[in-house]
């Protein structure tokens, strides 16, 4: 299948901080869990990452963490976002993915320069969605909603998506979950297969789960009908096919997907961001992991759009006037 330019853009994934105001039923990160050790990365740390990726010729970051909302967590963001701006020269394309916040807050980021942002609705069923999450106003599936349409409004490159092969969750669902990608009119899209976490509530359905060769034959197929409806849109290779599969990513990128987010967080906190269980490459230095994936997506003939901020193209930006 043809994706436009062919090319498959890189990301490196900073996982800044694990602390999180949510408590999703399926997520290792859960502010109830408590056998996880808290992080945060500094300013210095983060640049320095950034500062990675540039040498490393990506397009650009995705500076992603657990839930916050906060003015100080806010003026971090701000700050750090002006910093790596500066430093690389503007080079360096900033997406964000640090959950819900408000409009003012994501318009401060939108002016500092971030241009992307990810936010999963996770699954697009009201229903499925409080069989996930508790049914409180910290996770309200409309004030989800409202926050995805105030970052297209905002004017960011916008990003959603959702786990497949949760309990629960049926073709139907996984059906709706495509259209309702296209009916948002979104620019990006990462979806990936869930992964049970022993220390969340959702565990309990362990059993009754698809095998996890389905859930990643079933993730595969979800790329490859996503690709057909929105040939235009930048689809991610998620992390969570790697574990399944290490090739994972590799197989999701001849499927349709052209962006693949490397993780570039420091080593020493990656095994406290366990959103799964089996996450891959904790113990891989960044520079390992790349090298790995490279060498992977030449031997399959994919070309790496290096130092290029790969935005989607399916992005129109508002019309100015006059
Ligand atoms: N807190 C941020 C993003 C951090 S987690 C936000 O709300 O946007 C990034 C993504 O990991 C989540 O959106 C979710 O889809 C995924 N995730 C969390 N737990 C998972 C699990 N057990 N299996 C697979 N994916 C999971």
Request: with cysteine; hydrophobic share 35%; glycine share 8%.
């Amino acid at each position: 299948m043809t994706r436009g330019d062919n090319k498959v853009y890189l990301r490196g994934l900073i996982e800044f901080s694990n602390i999180c105001r949510k408590n999703c039923y399926y997520c290792g990160i859960r502010c109830d869990n408590r056998s996880v050790e808290r992080y945060e990365l500094t300013d210095d740390e983060v640049l320095a990452a950034a500062d990675f990726a540039w040498r490393h010729r990506y397009g650009s970051v995705v500076l992603q963490s657990g839930e916050q909302q906060s003015p100080a967590f806010t003026g971090r963001i701000t700050a750090l976002l002006q910093r790596i701006k500066a430093h690389t020269h503007n080079e360096v394309g900033i997406t964000l993915s640090c959950g819900e916040q408000s409009e003012a807050t994501y318009r401060e980021w939108f002016d500092a320069g971030a241009h992307r942002y990810l936010l999963r609705i996770e699954t697009s069923d009201r229903e499925l969605y409080y069989k996930l999450h508790p049914n409180d106003n910290k996770h309200s599936f409309d004030a989800r909603l409202e926050a995805l349409n105030n970052l297209k409004k905002i004017g960011y490159q916008t990003g959603t998506g959702v786990m497949i092969g949760l309990p629960f969750q049926t073709m139907q669902h996984l059906a709706d979950d495509l259209l309702f990608f296209k009916t948002m009119d979104v620019d990006m899209v990462g979806m990936g297969p869930y992964l049970e976490h022993k220390d969340t509530p959702l565990y309990r359905y362990a059993d009754k789960l698809l095998p996890l060769e389905k859930r990643f034959e079933l993730s595969l197929r979800m790329i490859t009908a996503l690709r057909m409806l929105m040939p235009d849109i930048n689809i991610a290779a998620t992390t969570a096919l790697q574990v399944l599969d290490p090739e994972g990513r590799e197989k999701a990128v001849m499927a349709g997907a052209n962006v693949i987010m490397p993780n570039i967080t420091l080593p020493s906190v990656r095994p406290n961001y366990q959103i799964y269980d089996n996450k891959p490459g904790l113990h891989d230095d960044a520079g390992g992991t790349l090298s790995t994936l490279e060498n992977a997506l030449h031997k399959a003939g994919i070309t790496i759009g290096y130092s290029e901020w790969g935005d989607s193209k399916h992005f129109k930006p508002h019309s100015v006037a006059g």
